[in-house]
């Protein structure tokens, strides 16, 4: 366990913002993880989980109290046949792409369209990550937790957790920290079949199509460089929590009213926006849409240090000196000219600390 003082938090963020943590303790096992938040609770201290610091905003004046950064390490396979798949558990620290690649290398599919996203393994339940047809929800057998107010070890299986879009039992609560996950994974050469259309035509396939999950892997990343989504030190497009926003689910009622606003905002000609069924009967639309359709296009914001990405409208981006307080500025005029053009107010996805949207 490692403790230092004033540590800006901008450094320990892929948005590369938010003032410092007045105290920081890196954790490297699981007692360790215990021991520094049963501290801080015991002290009654303001406690800030942190992993990768994908998707974190803190604020410009940083965290007044204790910051618990997770480096634990550990992809443990617990068993693997062609009945069960392969019982994999992994530590909260671990970088979730590593465990993508070790996933591919070893045969196990099921999270390879999950490549390249960027942060730490404990954090994949909590936000119920997902891209290109693939949410963890799909392979998570058990989530282990410490739990805070019961100041025990639990463990919640599938079926506990809550699971729906981009959310789960875990979000918008500090009760309970991840200490590692059980992913279910399919003993196989050949990826899941491929879900997502733009993937499919990328890998010259019909949706549906399994294949090789190399193959599948260099699909997705290729994908996700085309929209800055892949961590690059040298490319301002990749300064960001990925998609800001997430993808509005709307009542068939919703959904009729927003396309009467798209026809008096954009025209009756004007193709309508996109829709993709839930299994519940709502329907999801794209927010890039709305946020482009609402006139903020690719790059919006330069040459100010906080702007859109130029290669994905969803991604609000630290073009290099932005604050906090930059950053969230632009995210208000895009989720409130999205809201005065269409109707539909716009859910930030990274968790903002010490501000709010």
């Given at each position: 366990m490692r403790e230092e003082h004033d540590v800006p938090l901008s450094t320990l963020t892929t948005m590369r913002v938010g003032g410092p943590a007045a105290r920081l303790v890196t954790v490297e096992t699981t007692d360790e993880i215990v021991d520094a938040v049963r501290e801080v609770d015991d002290a009654d201290e303001p406690l800030l989980v942190l992993s990768g610091g994908s998707n974190l905003v803190v604020s410009d004046e940083g965290f007044p109290g204790t910051v618990v950064r997770i480096?634990?390490?550990?992809?443990?396979?617990?068993?693997?046949?062609?009945?069960?798949?392969?019982?994999?558990?992994?530590?909260?620290?671990?970088?979730?792409?590593?465990?993508?690649?070790?996933a591919i290398d070893e045969g196990w599919a099921g999270i390879e369209a999950l490549s390249g996203i960027p942060g730490r393994t404990g954090a994949t339940p909590i936000q119920n990550v997902g891209a290109y047809g693939q949410d963890v929800s799909q392979t998570v057998a058990q989530v282990r937790v410490w739990d805070r107010r019961e100041q025990a070890v639990r463990t919640f299986f599938n079926a506990d957790c809550r699971f729906t879009y981009r959310h789960s039992r875990f979000k918008?609560?500090?009760?309970?920290?991840?200490?590692?996950?059980?992913?279910?994974?399919?003993?196989?050469?050949?990826s899941r079949p491929v879900a997502y259309a733009a993937l499919a035509t990328g890998l010259?396939?019909?949706?549906?199509?399994?294949?090789?999950?190399?193959?599948?892997?260099?699909?997705?990343?290729?994908?996700?460089?085309?929209?800055?989504?892949?961590?690059?030190?040298?490319?301002?497009?990749?300064?960001?929590?990925?998609?800001?926003?997430?993808?509005?689910?709307?009542?068939?009622?919703?959904?009729?009213?927003?396309?009467?606003?798209?026809?008096?905002?954009?025209?009756?000609?004007?193709?309508?926006?996109?829709q993709f069924p839930e299994p519940d009967g709502r329907l999801k639309t794209s927010a890039a849409w709305l946020i482009d359709r609402a006139g903020f296009t690719r790059g919006h914001g330069l040459p100010a240090p906080a702007a859109l990405s130029t290669k994905h409208t969803l991604a609000v981006t630290n073009r290099g000196g932005a604050t906090t307080s930059d950053i969230l500025a632009l995210a208000r005029r895009v989720r409130d000219g999205v809201e005065e053009a269409f109707g539909i107010r716009l859910v930030n996805e990274p968790v903002i600390v010490g501000e709010t949207l």
């Open positions: 480096a634990t390490s550990g992809i443990s396979p617990e068993s693997a046949d062609s009945c069960g798949g392969a019982m994999v558990r992994v530590a909260a620290g671990e970088v979730w792409d590593d465990v993508v690649v070790r918008g609560t500090d009760r309970y920290v991840v200490l590692d996950v059980l992913y279910q994974l399919e003993v196989a050469d050949l010259g396939v019909e949706l549906g199509t399994r294949v090789p999950l190399t193959e599948a892997r260099s699909a997705v990343l290729e994908q996700r460089r085309a929209r800055g989504m892949v961590l690059d030190e040298q490319d301002h497009d990749t300064w960001s929590c990925g998609s800001f926003f997430t993808n509005p689910i709307l009542t068939r009622a919703e959904f009729e009213a927003l396309l009467e606003r798209a026809a008096d905002h954009l025209g009756v000609d004007a193709p309508p926006p996109p």
